[in-house]
């Protein structure tokens, strides 16, 4: 009997060693632009949290794999995903034809559109009554883009969308557009905030959030879409979207 335990303790050790890789769950470096409340944000213990956060934790739990998130600015998020710095970003990502030339996408994971905020004495309603006037947006994002559309109305940018609504507090713009969720939190809930400012009208885009990974890891995208549909599937989504956007 010693002999045959001798014999196959070899066997059993090489049959370990390719067996706990293929077990050990994968890790996967996410970057996020955590300045964008109440998807992404930075919380009084310097911790990553949010609904992206939150909600791909969740995928990443059903589809049995691990992320690690990284604090990215937006302004050089992109370019970082080329080089190889991470392997996904999540941070309120638009699924836009130009940005699925370039990148992959998972399916989407949330919807939101871009909504314009004023102060109280404004009178907008619409993007298109802001002309003359200087509005708002973060550098790179949806909102700008849409901002550029409207003839008469000058764009500034930022690098982050708290820095806005900071310029229009002070009286150096006169609007801020930005994604719903992060126009609530800043219109309506932020204390320093909500007696100034306020939403003007509704959303004016029809937008849905996807995590970009580089072009052709369909691997990753395939491992993505596992844990967004069981998240789905199970209604987590619906019980963050209670947590964080209500």
């Known amino acids: 009997m010693k002999k045959l335990l001798l014999l196959l303790l070899p066997v059993l050790a090489l049959t370990l060693s390719v067996v706990s890789p293929a077990l050990a769950a994968r890790t996967i470096t996410v970057a996020?632009?955590?300045t964008w409340p109440p998807m992404e944000m930075v919380d009084a213990n310097k911790n990553i949290v949010g609904y992206d956060?939150?909600?791909l934790n969740a995928a990443a739990k059903e589809a049995?794999?691990?992320v690690v998130f990284k604090n990215t600015a937006w302004d050089g998020i992109f370019a970082?995903?080329?080089s190889g710095q991470y392997d996904a970003v999540i941070s309120s990502v638009t699924i836009t034809p130009e940005r699925q030339k370039k990148y992959d996408f998972s399916l989407p994971y949330i919807d939101a559109g871009q909504i314009l905020v004023v102060p109280k004495s404004e009178r907008a309603t619409r993007l298109a009554d802001m002309k003359g006037k200087k509005i708002g947006a973060q550098i790179g994002t949806t909102g700008a883009f849409e901002i550029k559309k409207v003839n008469g109305v000058e764009l500034k940018t930022y690098d982050e969308i708290g820095l806005a609504f900071e310029d229009m507090a002070a009286g150096r713009i006169q609007g801020v557009v930005c994604d719903e969720?992060?126009?609530i939190i800043y219109a309506l809930q932020k204390k320093e905030y909500k007696a100034k400012f306020?939403?003007?009208g509704k959303p004016f885009t029809k937008e849905a959030y996807g995590i970009c990974v580089k072009k052709g890891n369909k691997e990753l995208v395939s491992l993505l879409n596992r844990g967004i549909?069981?998240?789905k599937k199970k209604k987590i989504d619906q019980q963050l979207k209670k947590k964080w956007l209500k």
């Open 32 to 34: 996020t632009d955590a």
């Open 53 to 55: 956060i939150d909600f």
């Open 198 to 200: 306020k939403i003007a």
């Open 229 to 231: 549909t069981a998240v």
């Open 181 to 183: 969720p992060t126009a």
């Open 80 to 82: 970082g995903l080329d």
């Open 64 to 66: 049995g794999f691990k």
